[in-house]
């Protein structure tokens, strides 16, 4: 990491303090005063320079016990030292020299602050550069060079070189340098326009935008908004030959839908494409022009003809929109002339007379019309039923079927296609699950419970782990949590070696908080398998809460728990409760035994912030100094660090030494910017 530097006093003193007879002996005395080391006498030095001044009460604020002034108190001086920084007309009487000395020792200080002040110090640096007719440009330069210069501090490097030094010319150079760094920044770009006095230097701008960034719309555009010739659009179209976007902009600049025709000779069979001609054809001249889409209709069957009904219908109604314009007359010209249903169309021209606040619930009647004209094209219910004739054990075709009736707003006949299947196959669960997914759009909770409490009462126990099923339907549908243990009971019984019925009963009981009851079950699914960590976890639980922390630890110590990082900490965290020394000296061996464990050293640390108290952090800079290029670790003391408002800056600052020592990973810096940013 960074360290501060010391900042000299003098600097101080020479800036805040500016008449010609008083400077010379305060800048005397200050030096004698550091030189000899009078620690505590500098309070008496500074009244007798400044006798009741603002200039005292300000530097006095800020002197520490051990006489030094670091950046971030020098830092609040000059943002609070209002005087300095409004007088333009500064002077002060000493030489070139010494003006020089002073200027360098706030550009080392602002190197070594933290990189999130800097152009806090940076606005001040600009300002001393034309008080001391320095050279400005490069500082500028090297501070905009850092790993982790966003653009808003281009913007602010622009103002300091605009606003306070009239450098114009400096200021674009700024933006110039950011985009050639970030050439797919289109605020950046939006920022470098803003300032071009003409428009043909605008125009190149954006020429050099596309030329980098061929295939983003939003550079055409641009340009679009400054230069309106069709030319910007024929050269997205050139550079993106298979996008559909440049031939509709196209047809619009130039007020011809014929543009689009060298899309469809491309592709004569994408219906977007009609579409879309035939749209801007309605925009540009204000009626419906079906020759346009009428010889591709024609060469499709009517099942695909319906399917684009029906995802417009489908569309219009997830928008909750009214269907009017060019949508509403495509939709009346397709079933005039494809569905041949003339009553439909009347109804569709009866929705521009009704009232505003009905014409949604008369449109969703409408479109039910239309949707039972279309779903019979679009699924052959004969063809389904035949199917199911020959595979009646294959759900798939009853919810091919029941989702036909579904689309015709036919419900019942849905649920009546789930009933048919449940006669036939009453053991198999699936068909009473697929029924209840369906009964979920219409039907009430009551229905939903009564069909459940059927299929409990009428599945035989035959098929494979149904007695699971009615379990877990009986404790989290029906909420009947006896009876579901009734049937994990009977399950364990029929298949004693089935570890689902253990671990399902063991996940009740725990629900339930009928503690003693899952011990004994838990120890009876130990005869099955003993090795099962989340288990063991669980019973380490139940003995610390049913008995004592001695049993549960004689437990844990019975177990080859140094296989286990979860036991290892839980053993930590009840040694810790009586000894908290113990606990991590648990902790610790573990992590001797293995070194390289991420998870070992993260809940090392947790457990000394448990049980040690700030002492952790001394614990994430050692992980961190241990292995500086991982990731993880800047991760980790930032997020167990975010609590502790005092310890923000130095999050920060270790973040920041990451990205300045790893400049080329790019990846990890955003994770950590994007992290600190949330």
Known sequence: MNKTTQIDKSYVLSQLHYKKKEFRIAFLQLRQSIASQILKSNHQLLKSVFPDSWQYKLLSKYLQDDDKFLTMPLQSILLDCQEFTMHKQFQCSISKSQKEILFYQLHNGIESSLYRDRHILIRKLCLLHSYFNQDYQKIIEDYLQQPRVQLKYYHQAFRFLTDFLDQFEEGINIYKKYLKENPSSIEGYDCLNDLLPTQSEQVELWKQFINDNPTNRTGYLRLLNIQNESSVLKLFIKNNPNDLYGFEQLSLLDKDENQLNQYLVKFPNNWEGYNKKCQIAFQLKGKFNSNIISDYLSS??????????????????????????????????????FICKDSLVEKLNMLQNVEQKKRLIFQNEVFNDVMNSIIPQIYNIKQIEQSILQNKNDIKFYIEKAKYYYLLNQLEEALQVFDEFINLFPNQFIGYEEKAQFMKYKCKPIQIKQHWEKFIQQCPNQEDNILLKKGDVSTTILKQHEK????????????????????????????QGRQKDLLMVIDKYFEINPLNEEIQLLKVQMLTKIYSNEIALQYINSLPYEQSIKLVEMKAKILGDKNKEEGLKVLTEYLLSNPDSRKANKLRIKFIRDFFGNQYINSLRELIKKDPHSIKNYKLFYKMTLDEH?????????????????????????????????
């Not at 995802?311 to 929109?321: A, G, R």
């Open 646 to 678: 005092t310890l923000y800056d130095e999050a920060r600052d270790w973040i920041d030494f990451y990205i300045e020592t790893h400049p080329d990973k790019k990846e990890n810096h955003r994770i950590l910017l994007n992290m600190i940013t949330k």
């Open 484 to 511: 579901a243990i009734q049937f994990l009971d009977q399950h364990i019984k029929l298949n004693p070696f089935d570890e689902n019925g253990y671990l399902t009963k063991i996940k009740l009981l725990h629900n």
């Open 300 to 337: 499709l069957d009517i099942k695909e003809i319906c399917q684009f009904i029906h995802s417009d219908i489908e569309n219009y109604k997830s928008q909750n929109q009214v269907i009017n314009g060019y949508e509403l007359e495509k939709l009346k010209y397709i079933i005039s002339n």
